[in-house]
Each structure stands twice: as structure tokens, then as C-alpha cells.
């Protein structure tokens, strides 16, 4: 009896972790797909790594690098190659030094602190271990920034401690009201010490950022008022998984009159992909933020 009941549970747990990895398997790309993605396309990316005594931040980048940088900051669970359609888009390429980044936890970014801790959950600490990725902009333009889901807020972190070195920044679906964070019926397994032992090491670094990233927002309050570089906040009014009131959040937390709102009500989470058009025309057009703009709240159907 004994030996059916250890026997079940096990087989619960792996039932478990294989449900768990197909639901965030689409936000998560192996190696081997970047290979295959990038076999016949006559420009790809260069890796590179920076390093230091105590961090290692894995590094994507394509376009020359005197051209303005675009820096990409990715969610939870997520990768530096989830901006593969910006970073292949060739008028994209030809404007700008396009540079994604892992995030501290993910993908081969780490870094070592005094505490010894298994996962970064700190918004604060994620984002200061960005701030060497500003060196590789050889351009005489300010860094355009943008940052997806958890990837947001960090975005806004970072900004907020180097704004004399960013020209604009954008949060695409951003999940920055701590009283909105969601929680699903798989979120709970998703710390169970056995469960973890057969899923990808990135999805246990998004689920500690989950459980703990409400306390995280709440120590950023102050970051939002104190944010004056231009801001573009955009939202799709079907996104399950950041609540599309997050935009009434920014609208009330960010003070800068350079502050621009963009929801769309048939959009989801992956605002990204399906909206890359508009997204593109943004960066191109440079249009969001002249001198004599002050405040934009606009709202499309698609």
C-alpha cells in the first residue's frame, strides 16, 4: 500500500511538471530552436557575454553598434530570444543597435551575492545588474528602452537610476500594480520542492519572482512619480496574465506630463508579436515624444 501511494505521488508530480512546462513552454526557446530559426537567415545576432567578479549577463545584439540602442527586457518566464521578431526585422536592424539581454536567473545571466540566495527576486538588484549593458551603446543618441510583463517594471527600475542615459521608455503589457498580481491554480505547484526537480530552471526563477514580486512593487512606488523620461505604456484589454487595469495604475502613478497610454481592447499578453507593426512604426517614427507633446491617452479597438 505503501508502494502504491509513493508510486502515485510521483506519478502526480511528473502529470504535474509536464502541465506546467507546456503552459509556459511557448515563452521559453531552447537552443536548438535558435539554431534552426537562424540556419538560413544571412543575418544573425551576436552572443556575447559580460563579465565581472561577481556578474555574467548573456547578451543578444544585431545592427551596428554606432546606431542608437534599443535595449529589450524580457518577462517572467522568459529569454533574451523572445525579441527574436525585433531583433530579424531588417528596417529595425538598419536604425538601431538592437541589444537584448537575459535577465539575472535566466537563460546563462547570473549573479553572485554576498547572501547566498538560489533566485534574484529583487526589482531593484535585476536592474542594477543591467546597467553595464549601457556600455555597448557607441552611438551619440540616449538608449530607447523596453520592457514586457515582469520585465516592465525592472525596465522602469533601471531607467529611474540612469535617466540621463535614456531617450524614452516603453512598457508593453507591463505587470506593475502590486495589488494585481495573479495567481493561478498551477502557481502553488509550482514551489513544491519535487515538482521543481523536473521543470526548467527558468520557470522556478519566474515562479520565486512571482510570490515574491507584490512586495517588490509596492518598494517602487516612489520610482513611478520620479519618472520624467518620456513613457509609453501599452495594454490589451484581453491579457490574462497582466491584469489590463494596470494601465489605470501607471495613468494614476506616473506624474510625467511626457507620459503616453495605449490600450488595446482585443489584445493579449503578447503585444509584441501581435502588434509589431505598430510596435515598429513607434521607433521608426520617433513621433511619441516631441517637444511639444505633454500628455496621450489613446485607446484602439485592435
Known amino acids: 500500500m505503501?508502494?502504491?501511494?509513493?508510486?502515485?505521488?510521483?506519478?502526480?508530480?511528473?502529470?504535474?511538471?509536464?502541465?506546467?512546462?507546456?503552459?509556459?513552454?511557448?515563452?521559453?526557446?531552447?537552443?536548438?530552436?535558435?539554431?534552426?530559426?537562424?540556419?538560413?537567415?544571412?543575418?544573425?545576432?551576436?552572443?556575447?557575454?559580460?563579465?565581472?567578479?561577481?556578474?555574467?549577463?548573456?547578451?543578444?545584439?544585431?545592427?551596428?553598434?554606432?546606431?542608437?540602442?534599443?535595449?529589450?527586457?524580457?518577462?517572467?518566464?522568459?529569454?533574451?530570444?523572445?525579441?527574436?521578431?525585433?531583433?530579424?526585422?531588417?528596417?529595425?536592424?538598419?536604425?538601431?543597435?538592437?541589444?537584448?539581454?537575459?535577465?539575472?536567473?535566466?537563460?546563462?545571466?547570473?549573479l553572485k551575492m554576498k547572501k547566498k540566495r538560489k533566485y534574484v527576486t529583487s526589482i531593484a538588484t535585476q536592474a542594477k545588474a543591467l546597467l553595464p549593458v549601457f556600455s555597448l551603446n557607441h552611438s551619440d543618441q540616449k538608449v530607447i528602452v523596453l520592457g514586457r510583463s515582469y520585465g516592465a517594471p525592472i525596465a522602469a527600475k533601471m531607467v529611474s537610476m540612469v535617466p540621463e542615459k535614456v531617450k524614452e521608455l516603453i512598457m508593453v503589457s507591463p505587470v506593475i500594480d502590486p495589488d494585481k498580481e495573479k495567481f493561478y491554480w498551477f502557481s502553488k505547484w509550482g514551489r513544491n520542492a519535487l515538482v521543481q526537480l523536473f521543470l526548467p530552471g527558468d520557470f522556478n526563477t519566474a515562479t520565486a519572482e512571482k510570490y515574491s514580486h507584490s512586495d517588490e512593487l509596492k518598494k517602487l512606488l516612489p520610482v513611478w512619480q520620479n519618472l520624467h523620461v518620456p513613457t509609453t505604456v501599452i495594454q490589451g484589454g484581453n491579457d490574462w496574465i497582466a491584469d489590463p487595469s494596470n494601465i489605470d495604475f501607471a495613468k494614476k502613478h506616473i506624474k510625467s506630463k511626457r507620459a503616453q497610454y495605449i490600450f488595446l481592447y482585443n489584445a493579449?499578453?503578447?503585444?509584441?508579436?501581435?502588434?509589431?507593426?505598430?510596435?515598429?512604426?513607434?521607433?521608426?517614427?520617433?513621433?511619441?515624444f516631441k517637444e511639444k507633446i505633454t500628455a496621450v491617452d489613446i485607446t484602439l479597438d485592435n
Open 268 to 288: 493579449g499578453h503578447m503585444i509584441t508579436f501581435t502588434h509589431l507593426e505598430m510596435i515598429k512604426e513607434m521607433l521608426l517614427k520617433s513621433q511619441l
Open 2 to 110: 505503501v508502494r502504491v501511494k509513493f508510486f502515485r505521488s510521483h506519478i502526480i508530480i511528473v502529470i504535474l511538471s509536464v502541465l506546467l512546462t507546456s503552459c509556459f513552454s511557448r515563452y521559453l526557446i531552447s537552443e536548438k530552436q535558435v539554431r534552426r530559426h537562424y540556419a538560413s537567415k544571412d543575418i544573425k545576432p551576436e552572443i556575447q557575454i559580460i563579465k565581472n567578479d561577481t556578474l555574467s549577463l548573456s547578451i543578444a545584439s544585431v545592427g551596428a553598434d554606432t546606431l542608437p540602442m534599443l535595449l529589450l527586457i524580457h518577462g517572467a518566464p522568459g529569454s533574451l530570444w523572445g525579441y527574436m521578431n525585433l531583433m530579424d526585422d531588417q528596417d529595425l536592424q538598419k536604425h538601431f543597435h538592437i541589444v537584448s539581454v537575459d535577465r539575472v536567473g535566466y537563460g546563462k545571466s547570473r
